[in-house]
């Protein structure tokens, strides 16, 4: 089973968890949130599990929002006080690290169109860049797969070869890099590196954390990158404090590993001066509450909050409603294939016919990094 079945998750929200909440208002979502942490005061939520609670904090939230006759993206704008917007996407185009057996050290390459002017016009430009890459990879001899979130999977010989050939795609798609697409990245560099040293498997190379952080510097010099996801390790703060320093004024520097979904760690990397934005991931939160304070977190120190799926999903579509609902500018599902990435993307379009194109945000989500200061 290798840990993937949800028989388990099931009898713990029918034996534990639905009797523990019978009896509540269903628009009561913190204190429901608040008495499902509280079955389980093991520190990884591990008792009663991270996907049982989530499921149940998502349902209670579809419930509240049925029981107040809105669609969900509505009732969550409406309960958390926030203006609704369409969310600027990051697509991956390759997938590496974990995701893709390794075969490239960095786990995401992807796309962002913040040049569009509406949801369905980034569907449109990713879905050229995605093919146009698949074909260079082929030419080339350089396709192995798909990866796990739909990206393809590649046999390069270096990870800048992925940005090389990214780029390449993206001109052959008859776009010029850096003017309405950009290219961003989830280093996820906890997944190679220990105590500040990181290990390049694919090019049989050693770097220390000053040495990561120079060769990131250089793609930053050399690609148009617009964003960059856990370009340390989560052990690291040092180097991810030098990283912000040198780099927080012209990049989106996301935690993700490095702050886990937690408001807390939020606060504090505020406060340290690491990071400038949060990826959003509810089944990493545990519940919904914890998930939007994690949020409310990021809002109050201005960082960018990026709402995000995992590895290993479903065909559900809640985040996407979370993304539009709290106007939180950005959503990360995976790739442009797989039924449950493009559920997600599918369910924006559905919103945004409701919404209207103009509430998609554009640009603005990316304040402060080089794309918006040359526009
Ligand atoms: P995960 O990956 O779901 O495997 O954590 C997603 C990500 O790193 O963004
Ligand atoms: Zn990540």
């Not at 192995?144 to 590649?154: F, I, K, L, Q, S």
């Not at 890099?177 to 906890?190: E, M, Q």
């Not at 939160?285 to 109050?300: C, D, L, N, P, Y």
């Not at 950005?330 to 294939?337: A, N, P, W, Y």
Request: net charge negative; hydrophobic share 40%.
């Amino acid at each position: 089973m290798q840990g993937k079945n949800v028989t388990q998750a099931v009898s713990n929200v029918n034996e534990i968890i639905a009797p523990a909440l019978t009896g509540f208002d269903v628009q009561n979502q913190s204190d429901i949130d608040r008495a499902l942490l509280a079955l389980d005061d093991s520190p990884l939520k591990a008792t009663i599990g991270g996907n049982a609670t989530v499921a149940t904090s998502l349902a209670v939230l579809h419930a509240s929002a049925a029981d107040s006759k809105e669609p969900l993206w509505q009732h969550v704008a409406d309960k958390y006080d926030c203006t609704p917007s369409i969310p600027l996407p990051e697509i991956q185009i390759f997938g590496g690290g974990a995701h893709a057996g390794r075969r490239v050290d960095i786990q995401d390459f992807m796309i962002m169109v913040p040049g569009a002017s509406t949801f369905d016009e980034v569907m449109e430009v990713t879905n050229e860049v995605y093919f146009a890459a698949g074909d260079i990879m082929q030419k080339r001899g350089k396709l192995a797969g798909v990866a796990d979130e739909g990206g393809w999977w590649p046999s390069f010989n270096s990870n800048e070869e992925a940005l090389e050939t990214l780029v390449s795609a993206i001109e052959l798609a008859g776009e010029k890099p850096g003017v309405r697409v950009v290219i961003s990245l989830d280093i996820a560099a906890s997944e190679f590196g220990e105590n500040g040293q990181y290990r390049l498997a694919l090019e049989n190379r050693a770097l220390d954390s000053s040495g990561l952080v120079h060769m990131l510097g250089t793609w930053l010099d050399n690609y148009p990158i617009v964003s960059i996801e856990d370009p340390l390790g989560e052990d690291d703060p040092e180097g991810m404090l030098e990283f912000t320093r040198q780099f927080g004024d012209r990049v989106q520097i996301i935690g993700d590993d490095y702050l886990v979904t937690n408001a807390p760690l939020v606060e504090s990397a505020v406060a340290q001066g690491t990071c400038n934005a949060v990826l959003i991931k509810a089944n990493q939160a545990g519940t919904v509450t914890e998930a939007i304070s994690t949020f409310r977190a990021a809002q109050k120190a201005q960082w960018g909050a990026v709402v995000s799926a995992r590895s290993g999903e479903t065909e559900d579509v809640s985040i996407s409603h979370l993304a539009v609902g709290l106007g939180c500018g950005q959503l990360k599902v995976g790739s442009f294939t797989r039924s449950e990435r493009m559920a997600k993307w599918n369910e924006c379009l559905r919103i945004e016919e409701i919404l209207g194109r103009d509430a998609f945000v554009g640009g603005q989500p990316l304040a402060g990094t080089w794309w918006n200061q040359k526009t």
